[in-house]
């Protein structure tokens, strides 16, 4: 194995990543080495890049939905050998406190996140403990499993912290990456209508092909008129995965009496809510999502080996870290209609 590697770095915020020959990284004792195979570019790398979200070491490889092979592993090593194919959850918690230890190691106070706090996956190689690595099997391509961590895991772990059950209605608000297997994974946890809602047209064909029963768009339709006629009341899940003050809005107004909304995209801002016609009077529980923990993986592996999710359209293309730049900006300007744009490495 050669001693240095590729790896794409911000060196300083508001510039492109730079593309820099670094030492490949040696695991230590309960690590493992990773040749990185596929690491997603994620929306929350352009606020990294952009220094809205602080990464906390600088230079840092950014990159945190990441799958590849394992080629070495360090002493103490256990579950996990070299050749598997793995995928990363990628919080690198303590393991020890608490909320490590009672599967909610998201709370974790000494976590540190794959390519925020900790160098990533946009690189040849990564260490990382074992603990944060789940196999998965051979008929999951690298690049589906880099966005089984992310970009699945997120609205699998939001969904069941809304506690979706069988037949109840759902209401997806933003179609992209999360959306697009949001809107699968309330229909596998029995959802009856998956109300898919987003201001492309696109993104809402894409969501009726996997599975939802209707959309919205709320360039088009009043859109809470919309759900409120189509659920009979508001739907009894609402996810809202944008982070827009407006959009928080709509998920709570489209959300029925007795009805869970959860919050899952970052804002920031304050968003007026009256406690007493928003949530008292209608006893709606309003929910946070952050992350996901460790006890969804094998589940979602699950999903993913058995084909319950259809990850044909998550993909929208695979490019070379050379092209990680490029594949930022089309994030960034909205090009092609993207799902999901994967680094891939031979
Ligand atoms: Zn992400
Ligand atoms: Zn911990």
Do not use: W
Not at 305 to 313: E, G, K, P, T, W
């Amino acid at each position: 194995m050669m001693n240095t590697m590729r790896a794409a770095q911000i060196t300083e915020p508001g510039k492109p990543l730079q593309l820099v020959e670094v030492p490949v990284p040696k695991p230590k004792r309960g690590e493992i080495l990773l040749k990185v195979k596929a690491a997603g570019i994620c929306s929350s790398d352009l606020h990294y890049q952009d220094g809205k979200s602080k990464v906390t070491k600088l230079p840092i490889t950014l990159g945190h939905e990441v799958a590849g092979e394992v080629v070495e592993c360090g002493e103490g090593v256990k579950g996990i050998k070299t050749g598997d194919r793995v995928c990363l959850f990628y919080l690198v918690t303590c393991g020890e406190c608490m909320h490590c230890c009672t599967g909610n190691d998201n709370y974790c106070e000494e976590a540190q996140m794959l390519g925020k706090n900790i160098d990533g996956g946009f690189a040849e190689y990564l260490t990382i403990p074992a603990r944060n690595a789940f196999p998965f099997p051979d008929s999951i391509p690298f690049s589906q499993a880099a966005l089984l961590t992310d970009a699945v895991a997120t609205p699998f772990h939001a969904l069941t912290r809304a506690r979706v059950k069988t037949g109840d209605s759902v209401l997806i608000i933003g179609i992209g990456g999360l959306g697009l297997h949001a809107v699968q994974i309330a229909r596998i946890m029995g959802a009856g209508q998956v109300i898919a809602m987003d201001l492309d047209q696109e993104k809402l064909d894409l969501a009726l092909k996997v599975g939802a029963t209707a959309v919205v768009n709320p360039g088009h339709d009043n859109a809470i008129d919309r759900v409120v006629s189509l659920t009979g009341g508001g739907a009894d899940v609402v996810a809202e995965l944008i982070g827009l003050p407006v959009t928080i809005r709509q998920a709570i107004d489209s959300t029925a009496v007795g009805g869970r909304t959860v919050i899952v995209g970052i804002c920031p801002e304050e968003v007026g809510i009256s406690p007493y016609h928003d949530l008292l009077l209608a006893e709606r529980t309003l929910l946070g999502s952050a992350d996901q923990s460790r006890v969804d993986f094998p589940v979602i592996i699950e999903l993913a080996a058995q084909n319950r999710l259809d990850m044909s359209h998550s993909v929208t293309r695979e490019l070379p870290l050379e092209e990680v730049n490029r594949g930022l900006e089309m994030l960034r300007k909205k090009e092609e209609n993207l799902v999901r744009l994967v680094i891939t490495f031979p």
